[in-house]
């Protein structure tokens, strides 16, 4: 059900990554209603007071910041248009909220939320003996001050079930060692065709769809090339500037990568260049921010089916400059099955190097 009306400011950072960024938003609420463009961000409440003038006359229902919000920007934002305030973070959080097929990753989003909803929690209780909040925001001080110890401790006891979890992760991945079978980590931006390419792979048949996020945990399975038996784990997709709050909850997931043997990136082809490029350099930052070092990687140029032959032959000139090896680029159809053999072959071939 559509929530009412739907503001979205979205940074001019974004602006050519603008179709993203509303799908995102799109993921959660439907549909967008009015899209404004920050281009300088106020310091005190992020929105221009022109903006923030004509909200408080036209309050929307759902007010949407694709950034990550300060917390005395938020209570300021509040002040003036009294409606929900949703930033970059709690957005994305929703969105995983609505894909969360396990109890890991059930925790993993509360702990991010937790995280988040703390700083925001500790300003109104210093608004609130300030005298700031007064007939505003519900509870006041001593309730803020009760929730907040409410969500440390539930912090802590997230983080132990979380740490279990990986243990027993880790054993089950020390005995994927021990047995001596490979382990190959699909990884890649959400929406690039991973899940699809696993699902060719393994014979699986997991949920794939054209909205964000529809792999929150990690998914493995087998798959055998001319004999050999290979672990395939399909992981959680990147996003454009993914909150570091969200980066460090989901990292049990994201172990699988740094866990693996050989990463194949799975990349988009249908978008524009400079945004593959663009993506694929994010995903070295992000796999550098996981500890992955020297790890071999493939790039898995996908979609090709999508875009016409010389636009594909020029891309993968660019990605092996950028790269500096061209035999680790296979243009690929996840959905088609076009290539899989030739990127199967690569993966044995490089398996077979360690």
């Known amino acids: 059900m559509k929530p009412g009306r739907v503001v979205a400011f979205i940074p001019s950072k974004y602006r050519d990554f603008l179709d993203e960024e509303l799908t995102l938003i799109r993921a959660v609420y439907g549909s967008v209603d009015e899209v404004h463009m920050v281009r300088k961000p106020n310091t005190r409440t992020y929105i221009q007071k022109d903006k923030l003038e004509y909200l408080s006359q036209n309050p929307p229902q759902k007010l949407v910041v694709m950034d990550i919000l300060k917390p005395s920007q938020v209570s300021n934002i509040l002040r003036e248009v009294n409606t929900e305030v949703v930033d970059r973070v709690m957005l994305i959080l929703e969105i995983f909220a609505q894909h969360a097929g ?12 937790i995280k988040h909803m703390l700083p925001l929690v500790k300003d109104f209780i210093r608004r609130s003996k300030l005298g700031e909040l007064a007939g505003y925001l519900g509870p006041g001080r001593y309730g803020y001050e009760k929730y907040y110890t409410y969500l440390r401790g539930r912090e802590s006891r997230i983080r132990r079930e979380i740490e279990e979890i990986r243990r027993v992760r880790e054993v089950r991945r020390e005995k994927r060692i021990r047995e001596g079978v490979p382990h190959v980590a699909i990884a890649g931006y959400t929406c690039a065709g991973k899940t699809t390419l696993f699902n060719a792979l393994t014979g699986k048949n997991m949920p794939v769809g054209p909205e964000p996020f529809t792999t929150l945990s990690p998914k493995t399975a087998k798959m055998d090339i001319n004999g050999v038996h290979i672990v395939v784990t399909d992981t959680v997709g990147f996003i454009r500037d993914l909150p570091p709050e969200i980066t460090e909850a989901f990292y049990a997931t994201l172990e699988e990568i740094t866990a693996s043997d050989l990463i194949v990136l799975v990349v988009d082809s249908s978008k524009p260049k400079f945004r593959v490029v663009n993506e694929i350099e994010s995903s070295m930052r992000v796999f550098n921010e996981i500890g992955v070092h020297g790890k071999p990687l ?3 140029l996908n979609k090709i089916d999508l875009v016409d032959g010389g636009v594909v032959d020029e891309l993968m000139d660019d990605i092996a400059m950028l790269i500096g090896d061209s035999s680790k680029i296979i243009p690929i159809s996840a959905e088609k ?4 053999d030739k990127l199967k ?5 490089t398996i077979k190097g360690l």
């Not at 109890?103 to 991010?112: C, K, S, T």
């Not at 099955?337 to 899989?340: K, Q």
């Not at 072959?345 to 071939?349: G, I, K, P, T």
């Open 298 to 300: 493939l790039i898995a």
């Open 102 to 113: 396990s109890r890991e990753a059930l925790l993993q989003i509360e702990l991010a939320r």
């Open 345 to 349: 072959n690569e993966v044995l071939r």
């Open 337 to 340: 099955r076009i290539n899989l």
